[in-house]
């Protein structure tokens, strides 16, 4: 029988059907690095639930295999919610007990895990690559594993799970209560935090944005996101280290 | 020759600038531009519009203010946001 993993994320689900000669040990090492969205396999259950297949016949190709699952993975969960939520690039923290989410928006590959992983040892993990808000405030979480790179810099990076890191858990109903935009630039001297006017907030939020204009109302949704989070914040930085502590002061929490 | 806007996905203005979702882009007019875009929302003649534009911004120094406008009417139509008729 085909392995299957369900996970839940996004506010929505996916399975991935293992496949391959090695689908079991596959199977295996995606409910470890996928541990905070695994869910039941129902069934009886009716909801609709995207499929994908990840397929291994080599154990050595594992990493990568999980690398590229992670991509559709999230591929899949952004298809299953444009037009529902309004979806950031973008890492995201929670206070453990207000559940006020400090949203840090940034293209990939700029420092989202990095921040993430230092965040996340005081403040609850919701996600280091897709924000899902809806029309409420509410952040759907998606806590994926973290891609980390090795320590000697070679070959493809692991996916690890948050809990493997030590990362807390998200709380129960975290809402989006501030919007940063990370503007990180490797050997620059001392972090910047500078307020973006209305206008200008909207149109970097806009450049990371999935499927905005699927949603009703579009511009509308992210200048509410603005005016209740507001002011949006721009932090220009070097290290993560410089500027996490300012991060978790947004929503009462230290880092 | 008259123009009025083409139907838009979003339109948002916000402190004297609007913000116009088309497709998949999304425009960034500024305050004399958000006027323009703000006057076609019914057909308008492309003289009214200068004539309008005129007495809240003034002329421009270079050229009339028909000539302006015609040429910001023309940028405005090749990026999808108004229409002639």
Redesign the interface.
Known sequence: MTPVVRLAALGSEVEVHCTGESADFLSVRMREAWSRCVARVDADSTHAVEVLEARLDDPSGLDQRLTHTTQEITRALIAAQAGRLLMLHAGAVSHPQTGASVVYVAPGGTGKTTLSRRLGRTLGYLTDETVGIDDAGAIMPYPKPLSVRRPNGLGPKDEVSPDSLGLLSAPPRPHAARVVLLDRQPGSIRPEVDEL???DA??AL?EQTSS??RLG????RL?NLIDSCGPVLRFRYAEARDVAHQLAQLIGGAA | MKVHQREA????A??G?T?V?V??H?L?LGALSSMLYALCESPIDVGALANELEACFGAPADRSALQATAEAVAEMVRAGILTEE
Do not use: Q, W
């Open positions: 006017a209305f206008m909207l149109f806009t905005l204009p109302g579009p511009l509308h200048g | 996905t979003d339109v948002l916000r402190d600038e913000a979702l497709g998949e999304v960034r």
